[in-house]
C-alpha cells in the first residue's frame, strides 16, 4: 500500500462556490481519491477555504462585517456545499486556525534563514481619495507583456504571467476607476530565482504531466524574478520577524499562505487523529514519506502556484536552491508528484461571473437536481483538457439518454425480472459463450477503468465503465429471459438474470468513484448492507490552538467497496426497485434559461 496525497485547490471564501469552480478542483480530486482507496492505497484528500488578503477585507467592509465574518459565513456554506457533492475529504478545513498560521510562519522562518526570503524596497498602490492600501488584484491596466487590456494588478488571465501593479499600462483602480499612487514600501520577497535551477531540474523529471501543464510551467522560468510575499494589510498571517510580527499594517501575502494550506492541513489532521507526527507518512521527503506520491488538482489559472511558486517554497524550505541551506523544524518536504490542472467550465457559451448572473451556484443546482448527475456531468463532458461548455439542454441529454436510459434502466430491469421471478438473486446454471463473454467484458473494465483514473483520463474511464453497461443491456435484449415463460426454461432465464446482475454488481464498482451517492443505492438494491461508498461527514470542531470553533469536513473511509469483482450471493433477497435516478422534463431547460436572463 502507499501514500497517497490528494491536495485540492483551496477555494476562496468570499461568496458560495459555482459549478465552475468544483468541475476544475472538486469533483476531479474526489473520483481519484475514491478510486485509489478502493485499489489499496492510504489516501489523505486535504483541502479548506482560503480566507485571508484584501479581497475579504474590501468586501467585508461594504458589508458591515469584520473579515472574520465574512469568512465565517462563507466557509460555512462552502463546505456544506462540497458535503451536499459528496467530496471524501479527510479534512476540509481553512486557513485562519491557530495550526496554519504555526505553519506558515515555519516555512516563513525556514526560507528566511536559509536565505530565500529577501527584504527589498518596492511600489504600493495607494487609493488617492482614501489612502488606503489598493489590493492587487484590485487594480486593472493594460499587460506589459501581451497587451491585454484587462490584467489584473498581480496576474494576467490572458498570458497567465504573474504581474505587479506598477507594471501595468494605465492602471486604474476597479473600486472607483481613480489612477493609484504608487509610493514606496518595503517588504519581503521569495527569491525565486535562487531557485530556479531547482526547479528546472525537477521539472525535466516530471513524466505523464498534461503537455499544457508542463510546457507552461517550463516556460515561466526563463524569466523568474522575486514575489513579494507580503504585503500593505491589515488582515492576514503575521510575519514572525523582530520588529515586524506586531505591526498592523504588514501581513504575509495570502497567495503564500494558501499554497502551505496543503501541509498545515495535513499537519491539522494528523494532530486530530490523536498522532501527530502521521503527516510525515505523506510528506516527509527523507523519512517515512520518501515513497508517497503527491498529485495537485487544480483550475488552469492556478497551475503557477502549484508548479513553480509551491515547490520554490519546498525547495527553498528544504535547503535545496543555490543558496544552499538546511531543511526548516519540519524536516525536508515531498515536492508534487503531478499538478492536475483542468480548464475552464462555460456556461451556456459565457464565462462564469457571478456579478453578471452568469452562474449557477452549488447548492441551487442540489436543490432542484441529483449530486450524482452533476458529478457525472463533470466526469463525461467537464473541462478535463480543453475549456468546454455546460448547456441546460447537453445536461438534460446526458441525465436522460445515459444514465436513466443506460444505466438506470439496467439496473431497474434486471433487479425487477429476477425479484419478480425468483424473489431474490438467481443461481447460474451452465453458462454459455454469450454468458462468459460479458461477464469477460465486466471484469476487464477493473484494469482498464483504473488505469485510466490513475492517469486523470476520467473522461475516458467513465466512458469505458458505461460501455461495460451498454454491453449488458445490449445481452440482456438479445437474451431476452422475459421470454422464457415455461418452467423448464426457468434455470436458463434465472442463469441470464444472475449474470446480468453480476455485472451490474461490477459496473456499480467501476462507477462509484464517480457516482457514490447512487452506488451506495444499488448496492442495497442488490441485497448488499453496510457502507458500499463512504460518505463525509460536517463536525464541527474546537481550533487546536484557542480559536473559535468552526466546521470541517471529515470521514471514515477504511470501509466500503474495494476495486475488484466480488461474486454476487444466490438466494439474496430482492424487493422491486425503486428508481435510481430522475428522468427530468424537457421543460427544464426553458425554466433554467429564464432563471439565467434574470
Known amino acids: 500500500m502507499s501514500h497517497v496525497l490528494a491536495a485540492v485547490a483551496w477555494p476562496y471564501a468570499n461568496g458560495p462556490r459555482h459549478i465552475g469552480h468544483v468541475s476544475g478542483f472538486g469533483v476531479p480530486a474526489d473520483v481519484f481519491s475514491r478510486y485509489m482507496r478502493m485499489a489499496g492505497h492510504d489516501v489523505l484528500m486535504v483541502s479548506g477555504t482560503d480566507e485571508h488578503g484584501t479581497p475579504i477585507q474590501v468586501q467585508a467592509d461594504s458589508e458591515g462585517l469584520t473579515p472574520r465574518q465574512l469568512a465565517d459565513r462563507y466557509n460555512r456554506v462552502i463546505v456544506e456545499d462540497l458535503h451536499g457533492l459528496g467530496l471524501s475529504y479527510d479534512l476540509f478545513t481553512r486557513t485562519t486556525t491557530g495550526n496554519h498560521y504555526q505553519v506558515v510562519q515555519d516555512l516563513f522562518d525556514g526560507l528566511y534563514r536559509n536565505g530565500y526570503i529577501i527584504a527589498k524596497t518596492t511600489l504600493g498602490a495607494i487609493s488617492p481619495s482614501t489612502g488606503r492600501t489598493l489590493p492587487d488584484r484590485y487594480i486593472e491596466g493594460t499587460c506589459p507583456i501581451c497587451g491585454y487590456g484587462s490584467a489584473r494588478g498581480d496576474q494576467c488571465d490572458n498570458c497567465g504571467n504573474q504581474l505587479d501593479p506598477e507594471q501595468l499600462i494605465n492602471p486604474r483602480s476597479r473600486i472607483n476607476g481613480e489612477t493609484p499612487e504608487f509610493v514606496e514600501t518595503e517588504h519581503f520577497f521569495l527569491d525565486l530565482p535562487a531557485v530556479a535551477e531547482a526547479l528546472a531540474a525537477w521539472l525535466d523529471t516530471r513524466e505523464g504531466w498534461r503537455p499544457n501543464v508542463l510546457r507552461f510551467s517550463r516556460n515561466?522560468?526563463?524569466?523568474?524574478?522575486p514575489r513579494a510575499i507580503t504585503r500593505d494589510l491589515e488582515w492576514g498571517v503575521p510575519i514572525p520577524l523582530d520588529g515586524w510580527r506586531d505591526r498592523s499594517d504588514k501581513r504575509i501575502y495570502v497567495w503564500f499562505d494558501a499554497v502551505i494550506g496543503y501541509l498545515s492541513a495535513s499537519i491539522e489532521w494528523a494532530r486530530r487523529t490523536g498522532d501527530p507526527s502521521a503527516w510525515k507518512k505523506w510528506w516527509s521527503a527523507e523519512g517515512e514519506g520518501k515513497d508517497a506520491a503527491a498529485y495537485y488538482f487544480m483550475g488552469k489559472d492556478n497551475i503557477v502556484f502549484h508548479s513553480v511558486i509551491w515547490p520554490a517554497i519546498l525547495l527553498g524550505y528544504s535547503g535545496q536552491g543555490s543558496r544552499g541551506g538546511s531543511p526548516g523544524d519540519l524536516g525536508a518536504l515531498n515536492l508534487p508528484t503531478e499538478v492536475v490542472s483542468s480548464e475552464f467550465l462555460t456556461m451556456e457559451g459565457r464565462k462564469f461571473s457571478s456579478s453578471r448572473q452568469v452562474v449557477i451556484y452549488v447548492r441551487d443546482f442540489l436543490e432542484r437536481y441529483d449530486a450524482d448527475a452533476l458529478r457525472y456531468f463533470i466526469a463525461v463532458a467537464g473541462p478535463e483538457s480543453q475549456d468546454t461548455d455546460f448547456t441546460w439542454a447537453e445536461f438534460l441529454r446526458r441525465n436522460n439518454d445515459e444514465l436513466v436510459a443506460g444505466w438506470g434502466n439496467l439496473v431497474n430491469r434486471s433487479i425487477s425480472m429476477a425479484a419478480k421471478n425468483f424473489g431474490a438473486i438467481p443461481p447460474a446454471v451452465e453458462l454459455t459463450e454469450a454468458d462468459e463473454a460479458l461477464l469477460a467484458v465486466a471484469r476487464a473494465g477493473f484494469r482498464t477503468v483504473g488505469e485510466l483514473i490513475e492517469k486523470h483520463r476520467q473522461k475516458q474511464a467513465i466512458g469505458e465503465a458505461m460501455r461495460v453497461v451498454a454491453e449488458a443491456n445490449k445481452y440482456l435484449s438479445e437474451q431476452a429471459p422475459w421470454k422464457l415463460k415455461d418452467a423448464a426454461d426457468k434455470p436458463r432465464m434465472g442463469t441470464i438474470l444472475h449474470v446480468a446482475l453480476q455485472v451490474v454488481s461490477d459496473a456499480n464498482t467501476l462507477l462509484t468513484p464517480f457516482l457514490p451517492h447512487s452506488a451506495q443505492k444499488v448496492h442495497e438494491l442488490l441485497g448488499g448492507t453496510g457502507v458500499h461508498a463512504p460518505m463525509p461527514a460536517i463536525e464541527e470542531?474546537?481550533?487546536?490552538?484557542?480559536?473559535?470553533?468552526?466546521?470541517?469536513?471529515?470521514?471514515?473511509?477504511?470501509?466500503?467497496?474495494?476495486?475488484?469483482?466480488?461474486?454476487?450471493?444466490?438466494?439474496?433477497?430482492?424487493?422491486?426497485?425503486?428508481?435510481?435516478?430522475?428522468?427530468?422534463?424537457?421543460?427544464?431547460?426553458?425554466?433554467?434559461?429564464?432563471?439565467?436572463?434574470?
Open 220 to 225: 515561466l522560468l526563463d524569466d523568474l524574478q
Open 541 to 598: 470542531v474546537s481550533d487546536l490552538d484557542g480559536g473559535p470553533a468552526y466546521p470541517v469536513l471529515t470521514g471514515d473511509y477504511t470501509v466500503g467497496a474495494r476495486w475488484e469483482s466480488v461474486p454476487i450471493e444466490a438466494g439474496r433477497q430482492l424487493q422491486a426497485p425503486k428508481p435510481v435516478f430522475r428522468k427530468l422534463e424537457p421543460s427544464i431547460v426553458d425554466e433554467e434559461l429564464s432563471r439565467l436572463a434574470g
